[in-house]
């Protein structure tokens, strides 16, 4: 495999590699294990991750960014998806699409295998995030981001 | 299912839909079996489709695009890449990513079985594409797209 | 001037046109007279406004865009800039330009005539600005804002 | 005026400058002397330019720009614009906005007098110019550019 390009990454080789373990700021119990396999590309402009998470395990804190959009595709493992604050079993084959301004979502391995996916989505310049069950939104630009409070914003009207 | 959300489609939704016949313009022979995921769930800055080839077809003509992103994750059936004029095999897990400006390149169903892939990639407003085998390049602005050869091309300095 | 077209504004149409009063939200000594020559000529992407402050009024709130730029070029009368915490005497002529992520600036009426400015900038769908002296960030997306305190921004990090 | 800041240009200095001469690669008749202020002011999203016409000068090729949006303002001088085939009087104090998409258009020094304008526009990664009276479109992608003749482009549908 000495000439594989830096397009193709190889099966074996993506399950070689050792996943970068990944907590969210805002949720200990999303610790993500993460293969970033769009990086390893060369993707700037998209992000296309591995995911894997550990039973028990959730994919992120709840939340729905204002601008970019994600997807998920369940590659195995059995879980929960809370969308909109409805429940929702998923499972290996299992599409999820997330349009920009769209409802809150977060999924959690509620089985006892790991849970893994392919999560892919934009990366743009500037984007907004919310945090509904935690009542934070992040603003994000740039490789920053800042956190507020949801009573400490007004609004500029 | 009565009550799945638009954000999810259950594996065995997709299995059941329809998939869209979708020929290349540029090539007669890249005959794709489409499934837009990323349109069905709301997606508009993201396509995310589930392709499958037939043994024999092609993933499109050979191209490169100078703005937007795209990446592959082949789920079943085997084939070949054709990455920057080099042939590499291609099977199930392998992730291929293509970043923009990158190099030329094409898949091809080799084998005897459906080769099926999630295909995912920006929807800029506006992109260049190249096709050096035929010599040609589409520029794409909204929903329309200019096609040019090479030849009737002029720098602009 | 019946058959005049939308793109082109006569300066006579102009001088009869009335303005519109623009006091800004975080400075009450900024009200602004405004001209929107752009939005009515249909320029969507960029705002061009003709902009006059009566003696003593200042054309803002000291802020600096992070990823808006924009320019200013004084028509008549005389007043002072204060960039970066320095002032700087402008009349008739002169031109101001302020990149993306540069320093903070402000435009004052320091004499006894009206100064008026052509001022111009981008519309982008999402920025972020800053308000030094008031300590507060506005974050804009869309038509939106949301203003916020310096002292309740965490970085996340 | 030592310590005047990259940011402002005062009068005398922009008078002062000697002015860049850019002939249009496709109107030898369109000789422009410009001064970019903007890039001067290190603004690098919007182009902003002094640009003056010497008499029978045009300020470029008739065109229209599919995606970027510009504007004039005329300081001094008297002339004629051509909007959508129609010819219209301009002079001092006279605003012309052209919005993305919108009608070909170009200016003419008609006077015996310099015509001095401000004329700004976006900067984006990509546009579309065309060029009715001569058949030709403009592709522009960052600092390159394809010049194509109509009869040439072939609509990818």
Excluded: W
Excluded at 69 to 83: N, P, Q
Excluded at 138 to 154: A, K, P, Q, S, T
């Amino acid at each position: 495999m000495s000439n594989t390009p830096r397009e193709l990454l190889k099966a074996e080789a993506i399950a070689a590699m050792e996943a970068q373990v990944r907590p969210h700021t805002l949720n200990p119990n999303a610790v993500r294990l993460r293969k970033s396999l769009g990086d390893l590309t060369g993707l700037t402009q998209l992000g296309a991750h591995l995911i894997t998470l550990m039973p028990g395990h959730e994919s992120s804190e709840y939340h729905r960014h204002l601008y970019e959009e994600e997807f998920v595709y369940v590659l195995s493992g059995v879980g929960e998806a809370l969308i909109d604050e409805q429940i929702h079993a998923v499972g290996p084959g299992d599409f999820l699409g997330f349009p920009r301004g769209g409802v809150a979502h977060v999924l959690k391995n509620t089985g006892s295998e790991p849970l893994t996916m392919l999560v892919a989505g934009q990366r743009l310049e500037q984007d907004i995030c919310d945090y509904p069950h935690v009542k934070k939104r992040l603003y994000i630009y740039g490789d920053r981001g800042d956190i507020v409070d949801f009573e400490h914003i007004r609004s500029d009207d």
